[in-house]
């Protein structure tokens, strides 16, 4: 194994998770009495923080966020996450990477208490030595502070590092942190935007991280 030390985003990697994001965010901005969005294009906002998804896309006036992100949580977190799976093949590629002396972690700007729910349901905590979400206060929110909470998470450093991500946020933090990054470019992201920060390796397909990890 080239890395010692395994970050895995989760929405968009590990997960299939566009159905509950995108119903979740629908019922909040009903909830909120606020216009529909156009969510249409996962790429706008699987991947970013949540908050910066109410202010930037759904235009959700700063006064209103903090109801919103505890709406949005709610409506996850009832029904939401029930519709999230993870990709066919996944399974198998974290089995493997578990018979190596590598660590792994769950990166993702996810609220943290949110994704160690979402990872246990999905049946994927066997396969992580930790998870690194996000906070509410959002002082932790982006990879850039992630990645390394992650490896401090698992006692490990940036050299023998790796990210794997479906987005250009993935990418952006990884730059940031001196860290590689493998693209995932199965998820949900822009392909194209990633290109752009240089990833070490792509992966078409789950199965295919074995070949370039």
Known sequence: MKYKYILFDLDGTLSQSAEGIR???????ESLGAPPADLSDYTKYIGPPLLDTLR????????????????????????????NKPYDGIIP????????????????????????????ELGLSKYFDAVA?????STRKDKKDLIPYAL??????KAD?????????DAKGARECSVDFIACAYGYGDNDAMAEYN??????SPIEILEVI
């Open 56 to 83: 930037n896309l759904c235009n959700i006036p700063d006064e209103l966020c903090d109801r919103g992100y505890e709406l949005y949580k709610n409506f996850y977190a009832e029904k939401g996450k029930l519709m």
């Open 199 to 204: 990833p070490v390796a792509w992966a078409n």
């Open 93 to 120: 590629v974290l089995k493997k990477l578990r018979e190596t002396d590598a660590k792994l972690a769950v990166c993702t700007s996810k609220l943290e208490t949110t994704a160690v729910t979402v990872v246990e």
């Open 133 to 137: 979400g996000s906070n509410r206060d």
């Open 152 to 157: 401090e998470l698992l006692g490990g450093n």
């Open 23 to 29: 119903y979740s965010l629908e019922k909040t901005l």
């Open 161 to 169: 590092a790796v990210m794997l991500g479906d987005t250009w946020y």
